[in-house]
């Protein structure tokens, strides 16, 4: 579930998590304000009463790059200020959900996986933080909107050191170096985005396909993402 800047009232979100318990889903809250968008910690402590309304699992997200990158486009990562800012500002915020225990984690957008020099990256971010989680997004890193493009086995190795802080996946694909609208081959195949699931125990994953024009169009492109998945042995469709 995504809430920009977690509108959603109290009572709202109570109807919404009956609702959702009825049927045995569980609701992720979802958040798109980046750490330094200045309404950031206001949107914060909403998200964080509406997450613990709704109940299981208990997980609130956000992204976590963009209007820093927004102004300036020869900018390849974060300076060690802005890290330092960020991963303050990351473990209060994770601090103060696992105080009501929700896990507070971020997606990766458009930021470098890999820092290089004083440019920093991802793997500086998640050095410098000890309770903040991830929510992958498997086609980011790769495309051409990233401020520097990663290499798949790299990525790949470094979510094996993840283990502990990796929550959930946002299955996307980014064939052809473009957001794609159905599932097809991605630089990280999905083959091995699953076994490190697997070895990493992370219980979420979700589609992402790019929007399209109609509701028939939207239910058809799910049906072939998913029959993908089936082909590639990931699910099971009998």
Not at 27 to 53: C, G, M, Q, S, W
Not at 157 to 170: I, N, P, V
């Amino acid at each position: 579930m995504l809430s920009l800047s977690a509108e959603l009232g109290e009572e709202e979100c109570r109807e919404l998590s009956s609702y959702a318990r009825e049927r045995n889903i569980e609701i992720i809250y979802e958040i798109h304000k980046d750490f330094f968008d200045p309404a950031f910690r206001e949107v914060f402590d909403r998200a964080l009463r509406n997450t613990a309304i709704l109940g299981e699992p208990l997980i609130l997200r956000s992204i976590l790059s963009w209007s820093e990158f927004a102004g300036d486009p020869e900018k390849t990562g974060w300076t060690r200020e802005e890290l330092e800012y960020m991963a303050a500002l990351a473990d209060s915020c994770a601090s103060a959900a696992k105080g009501q225990g929700i896990q507070f984690i971020v997606e990766n957008i458009i930021e470098p996986w890999f820092g290089r020099g004083d440019d920093m990256g991802l793997d500086n971010f998640f050095s410098s933080t000890s309770l903040i989680g991830l929510q992958l997004d498997t086609a980011n890193p790769f495309l051409p909107a990233c401020r520097r493009v990663a290499d798949p086995e790299e990525v790949a190795e470094h979510l094996r050191s993840l283990k502990g802080r990796w929550f959930t996946t946002h299955l996307k694909s980014g064939a052809e170096d473009t957001f794609q609208p159905v599932l097809m081959d991605n630089p990280l195949p999905y083959e091995t985005v699953f076994s490190l699931m697997a070895e990493n125990d992370v219980p979420y994953a979700a589609l992402e396909l790019l929007a399209v024009d109609s509701k028939e169009e939207c239910f058809e492109n799910h049906r072939k993402s998913v029959a993908y998945l089936s082909k590639l042995g990931i699910v099971d469709l009998n």
